[in-house]
């Protein structure tokens, strides 16, 4: 084994160094402490890797995605959701066989417990779906206490499925309560994706039409969102899974992490950022200007990325689908000409070339969802649909190898002891 020589002071510490499937290297410091006294500080873990996996690769400086050794242009070309899904939790694409099995164990799965309506009925319309469905996955445990035995593969599937097929349900619920609209269940027998998309869209005074397009098109979301290795949620999952927590309450800390507008949840801010552009006379030089100043907190939603620093593949795949999707629903939206010109004024500006800041996964993904008539609040929520098998993968890599609890350090840079006064002295 290859090893590194870390030296301090009058020390040589000798630590080993592990090489990954593309000669990524790491250097193990899990002795360092042991060996030295000291610790690695690494804030926001720009530089610390926390597990070694064999879900997805990413290669940063070349824009290189894949799920199991699979590209991502080529699975969100070829593949459905549910195969990619079963991929990147077994490792391996389902034969026909295996996949109508995995349909039809959904399908079995598909009921909520009654009272789980009524606690959607007691959110007010108005709260973030978001909210709502991370505290409606968190409720699920009360419905099903048993926690899985991560020995027991038959029970760790049959938690997998249920994610797999409630989490949709709520999906569409927490979409339908908003709008007013009868709660209601399908059938995934008719295809995973298009069950969701007619869970979300069917009205009670129509004949559903199932629109292709508009499947196809939450398809490919649904594909190029579905892992991206140990981004902000999926470590999140990780970690609280790594307690032992259970998997529906790990599950429910990933969405709330996704929430945020530094992660999944830039594609809402992404879209409201471009309406604001539109209303201000679509003056893009002025939000170029502002996201560069150090005094103004604005920054360009969409843009910029811990890992990529040449181009995200994903964006690349999901400016042309926004294109498509437009031109075959018949849109003329003037908001994509508007991110199309940002990117290009960004690409040109050297704040943005110095720091290699480029459109992510989430600027052209709401023009997308726009068109299909999803609102802006539930872009996240059809985000945090797309990733539920990418963290079920890690949940289940993370107990299977039985990890340690994830419990960080710190540097300690607080009072020195001291000594305490009664109120009345203070
Ligand atoms: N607009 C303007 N400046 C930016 C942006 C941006 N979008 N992103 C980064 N910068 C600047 C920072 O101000 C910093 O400048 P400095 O070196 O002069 O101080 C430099 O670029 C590095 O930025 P960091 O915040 O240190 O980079 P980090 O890797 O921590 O953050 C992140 C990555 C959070 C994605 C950041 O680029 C960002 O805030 N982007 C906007 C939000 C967004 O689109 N998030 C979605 C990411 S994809 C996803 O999670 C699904």
């Given at each position: 084994m290859k090893k590194a020589k870390l030296t301090f002071e009058d020390k040589v510490i000798d630590l080993d160094v592990i090489t990954g499937s593309e000669n990524e290297i790491g250097i193990d410091i899990s002795k360092l402490k042991i060996k030295s006294g000291m610790i690695t500080l690494d804030p926001g873990f720009k530089n610390t890797g926390s597990c070694e996996s064999k879900v997805t690769f990413l290669d940063g400086e070349n824009g290189i995605l894949r799920y199991r050794g699979y590209s991502i242009e080529d699975l969100a070309n070829n593949a459905d959701f549910l195969e990619v899904s079963y991929l990147l939790i077994y490792g391996e694409l389902p034969t026909k066989k295996k996949y109508r099995q995995l349909l039809s164990d959904i399908q079995e799965r598909s009921v909520l417990d009654e009272d789980v309506k009524k606690i959607l009925e007691t959110f007010p319309r108005s709260a973030h779906p978001m909210g709502m469905l991370s505290c409606l996955t968190s409720s699920l445990v009360a419905f099903d206490p048993s926690s899985v035995d991560v020995n027991d593969e038959e029970e760790m599937y049959d938690a997998f499925l249920n994610l797999l097929a409630k989490i949709p349900i709520l999906v569409a619920w927490v979409f339908r309560r908003r709008r007013g609209l009868p709660l209601e269940y399908g059938d995934f027998g008719q295809g995973y994706v298009e069950n969701v998309t007619k869970m979300m869209f069917k009205m009670p005074n129509k004949k559903y039409v199932e629109n292709k397009v508009v499947v196809n098109a939450i398809n490919k979301l649904l594909i190029l969102h579905a892992d991206h290795e140990q981004n902000c949620s999926t470590s999140t999952v990780r970690i609280v899974g790594s307690s032992q927590?259970?998997?529906?309450?790990?599950?429910?800390?990933?969405i709330s992490a996704l929430w945020g507008r530094l992660h999944g949840g830039a594609n809402q801010a992404v879209l409201e950022m471009l309406e604001a552009i539109q209303n201000n006379g679509s003056?893009?030089?002025?939000?170029?200007?502002?996201?560069?100043?150090?005094?103004?907190?604005?920054?360009?939603?969409?843009?910029?990325?811990?890992?990529?620093?040449?181009?995200?593949?994903?964006?690349?795949?999901?400016?042309?689908?926004?294109?498509?999707?437009?031109?075959?629903?018949?849109?003329?939206?003037?908001?994509?000409?508007?991110?199309?010109?940002?990117?290009?004024?960004?690409?040109?500006?050297?704040?943005?070339?110095?720091?290699k800041l480029y459109p992510n996964v989430d600027f052209y993904s709401g023009?997308?969802?726009?068109?299909?008539?999803?609102?802006?609040?539930?872009?996240?929520?059809?985000?945090?649909?797309?990733?539920?098998?990418?963290?079920?993968?890690?949940?289940?890599?993370?107990?299977?190898?039985?990890?340690?609890?994830?419990?960080?350090?710190?540097?300690?840079?607080?009072?020195?002891?001291?000594?305490?006064?009664?109120?009345d002295k203070r």
């Open positions: 927590a259970g998997l529906f309450a790990s599950i429910s800390s990933g003056n893009i030089s002025e939000y170029i200007k502002k996201a560069k100043d150090k005094n103004d907190s604005f920054r360009l939603m969409g843009f910029g990325h811990r890992v990529y620093k040449n181009f995200d593949p994903r964006a690349k795949i999901i400016k042309k689908a926004a294109h498509d999707v437009l031109y075959d629903l018949g849109i003329d939206d003037p908001i994509l000409e508007i991110a199309k010109n940002l990117e290009i004024e960004a690409s040109k500006d050297q704040y943005f070339i110095d720091r023009i997308i969802y726009k068109a299909l008539k999803i609102p802006n609040e539930m872009f996240t929520v059809m985000f945090a649909l797309g990733r539920l098998p990418g963290w079920i993968a890690h949940w289940r890599e993370m107990r299977t190898k039985k990890e340690p609890i994830g419990r960080p350090r710190q540097i300690y840079t607080g009072e020195k002891l001291r000594e305490f006064i009664s109120i």
